[in-house]
């Protein structure tokens, strides 16, 4: 029988994790409609799904996805972004950067294959590293509005050996894909309205 002041701490925990949580999906704006952003547990490794209408053009959204150099400007949390090789559709790309929650940082040092089928999806896969698993797909897809007006679709599988429990790996996976969607969106929008002003 566990004792209640043990049970405290996790209780405490929990409510941090959850109050971060709706922080944070509540605080950013965007003006991509029909934001989405889940994550469920698959097995050790935390599976995303998100999806946004954007108004861009398709090129931009594409160059957007695929600036593997300047990813860190856009996306917290990734310190570096450096392309090692390019070989056909596919190219090799180092990444360093660090996830933070509560009282500790986990950094992430991965090598990973970006395969291009232009314009339409983007395929990235690990090559090497300290996480167990990553793959992760975006798809540009056509909705009727016309060539101004994209559904983006994010899906992911990622797995990392955190020593915090299973429930709160998920959490932490739902923020930093919330922060990740939310940079690409604003960059895509802050591209878009340059093209625009160009003419």
């Known amino acids: 029988m566990s004792h209640p002041a043990a049970a405290r701490p ?9 109050t971060a949580a709706v922080i944070l999906c509540t605080g950013v704006a965007w003006s991509a409609e029909q934001v989405s952003v889940t994550t469920a ?15 861009a053009s398709r090129e931009v959204i594409w160059q957007t996805l695929t600036d593997y150099e300047n ?16 070989d056909g559709n596919g190219t090799l790309v180092e990444q360093v950067g660090r996830t933070s929650f509560l009282f500790f940082t986990y950094p992430i040092h991965v090598v990973v294959r970006a395969e291009e089928d232009h314009p339409r999806m983007l395929r990235i896969r ?6 167990k698993q990553l793959e ?7 909705v ?17 050996d955190l020593p915090v429990p ?21 960059e ?12």
């Not at 690990?126 to 996480?131: H, P, Y």
């Open 10 to 18: 996790l209780r405490a925990l929990r409510l941090l994790v959850l």
């Open 41 to 55: 547990r698959e097995g050790r490794a935390v599976r995303v799904h998100a999806h946004a209408i954007v108004h």
């Open 71 to 86: 990813l860190p400007r856009f996306i917290l949390g990734m310190d570096r972004s450096h392309v090692l090789r390019r």
């Open 126 to 131: 690990l090559v090497s590293g300290n996480l």
């Open 136 to 142: 992760s797909v975006y798809r540009i897809e056509t």
């Open 144 to 160: 009727d509005a016309g060539d101004q007006q994209f559904l983006l679709r994010w899906t992911a599988v990622m797995e990392a």
């Open 166 to 186: 299973l429930f709160v790996i998920v959490r932490l996976a739902r923020m930093d894909a919330q922060e990740q969607f939310s940079g690409i969106l604003g």
């Open 188 to 199: 895509i929008e802050r591209r878009e309205q340059a093209r625009a002003r160009r003419g």
